[in-house]
Nanobody
Framework: QVQLVESGGGLEQAVGSLRLSCAASGRTFSIYAVGWFRQAPGKEREFVARISKSGTTTRYVDSVKGRFTISRDNAQNTVYLQMNGRKPEDTALYYC?????????????????WGRGTQVTVSS
């Protein structure tokens, strides 16, 4: 079992950058790939980015490519989501989730462990 806690969200203007953190405790963090998801009011949960167990492979939804960067520090049991060039449509509750599988998967159903989320609100 691994426990995940997100932090770093808030109300921000679109200019500047924001970094979300996903801190893990419990089982060895490096055995999990980690994904970031987001859910806006009235919408389904959406895949944002994923990073492999070693950190060498990443995947992004098209809408954030070139703006967001996912990274991880296994020594610190933490995954990050650097959010640059934010837009009002990025406003959502952001979750991180852990997947013990090896495929580069985006479906929320394959992720076994979830945090409670951190709210990101981007004003224009």
């Amino acid at each position: 079992q691994v426990q995940l806690v997100e932090s770093g969200g808030g109300l921000e203007q679109a200019v500047g950058s924001l970094r979300l953190s996903c801190a893990a405790s419990g089982r060895t963090f490096s055995i999990y790939a980690v994904g970031w998801f987001r859910q806006a009011p009235g919408k389904e949960r959406e895949f944002v980015a994923r990073i492999s167990k070693s950190g060498t492979t990443t995947r992004y939804v098209d809408s954030v490519k070139g703006r967001f960067t996912i990274s991880r520090d296994n020594a610190q049991n933490t995954v990050y989501l650097q959010m640059n060039g934010r837009k009002p449509e990025d406003t959502a509750l952001y979750y991180c989730a852990a997947d013990s599988g090896v495929s580069n998967r985006a479906s929320p159903s394959v992720y076994e462990h979830w945090g409670r989320g951190t709210q990101v609100t981007v004003s224009s």
